[in-house]
């Protein structure tokens, strides 16, 4: 008997998961959808840790690594900002998300207690959109310095202004200072793109008419151009017929002829490939005699 086993890991179906964590979260659950094959609940910022602890512990659901903790800006929402969730199940290989909503004032509550590694995932939100959360031992930005004014992903921080930001090599760290514009040797000419500057670019050269012959500066002829007949009155040779090729069946019948003779015979017509001296002719083919007399 062969068992194929294929290359992808076998997932448990989601049949009966939504039950599960209705009977599971109970007023927690807010919403709950499936879309391409992806379960996502909503639920009540408050109770993120129990329903969290729910979904790891419940028989059938098993939820038990914590993989990622993202983001979400809507700028338009009274709550602007969601929290996603993305869980994996190893026992049933299969993956729920959980989101939760807030905004700029209110804390989330931290998940530190359930995965510690939610402490540096937590960081990252907090660093991008500004989202705080409530128990997190070590909430610091992660990804920008630690002097960085306003949060990234929210699009709100000024694009210009007087203050500008790099790292000190004599300090070690991040400094900010006033923006510094000098504009030594550098020169203006205020054209548009598309018309050109007035001064001589490498190249530009190639633009110029030229004579016949030649890249040269000599001014392009204002009449017709004389082309020179080729020397000797040449005219390409053609043929009329197949057998003036030298092909046909004669070629074929040579051809058959050269490919049946002996391998020594062949060896005697070699040239040597790294002079026109022919190779050492020996015995020919039809010098070798037979064990019982006669040639071969």
Known sequence: MTVVIGHVPRMAPDEGVIDAVRAALGPSLLDVSEQVAEITLTIVREEIVSVLKALR???GLEYQQLMEIAGV?????????????HLLSLTRNRRIRVKLSTD?????????????????????????????????PDLRRILTDYGFEGHPFRKDFPLTGHVEMRY????????????????????????MPWQGPEYRLPGDEKAE???????T???????????????????????DTPAETGGGAPADKEAR????????????????????????KGPKSSDRRRPGGGTA
């Open 168 to 191: 000190s090599e004599a300090e070690k760290r991040v400094i900010y200072e006033p923006v510094a514009l000098p504009q030594d040797f550098r020169t203006f000419d205020f054209l």
């Open 217 to 239: 500066g000599a001014p392009a002829p204002s009449g017709p151009i004389k082309v020179e007949p080729k020397p000797g009155g040449f005219t390409p040779k053609t043929t």
């Open 104 to 136: 700029e004032k209110t804390p989330v509550p931290s998940v530190t207690s359930l995965w510690p590694v939610a402490g540096w995932l937590e960081r990252e939100v907090f660093d991008m959109y500004g989202v705080a959360f409530a128990g997190n």
């Open 257 to 280: 002829r050269q490919a049946r003779k002996p391998a020594a015979e062949k060896a005697e017509q070699e040239v040597s490939k790294d002079s026109d001296v022919p190779a050492p």
């Open 57 to 59: 512990g419940t028989p």
């Open 209 to 215: 008419p030229q004579a016949v012959g030649g890249p």
């Open 73 to 85: 800006d809507y700028p338009d929402r009274p709550e602007r900002f969601e929290v996603n969730y």
